[in-house]
């Protein structure tokens, strides 16, 4: 699998994103980020938009980011499904734009949620 964050944010496969602040990945920019990927297993009778839907939403990798001064670093990966099941599912995501490393606009499926972050570093840190 690709290892730059943008690389994996582009990958079609579904996912979901709980970020600190709004994604920006321009390497001009010196906005410090956490970004957690929760990437979405893919099963039969799920409901891509959940509303109604039957099936499941289970994450099958998580994968942590920390940007700083324009430069990211992975802090976390996992496939371990204990360790997943610790983590909350953000339910509530919704359509995100986040700016990509070219400049250019991409629209993800995410939220923006300290305190979800916090526990998330919380859970990493504990391993």
Known sequence: MENSLSQILQLPKRKLIVSLNDITLNKNKN???IVFILMVEESLGSAGGRGGGSGN???DKIIGFKIIEGKEVKIFETENTEIIEK???PYNAVAMDIIL????PFVIQGI???EMIKEYLKIINSL
């Open 112 to 114: 923006t949620d300290s």
């Open 31 to 33: 906005i410090e980020n």
């Open 101 to 104: 490393e070219s400049g250019e």
């Open 87 to 89: 983590f909350d599912i």
């Open 57 to 59: 939403r289970k994450i």
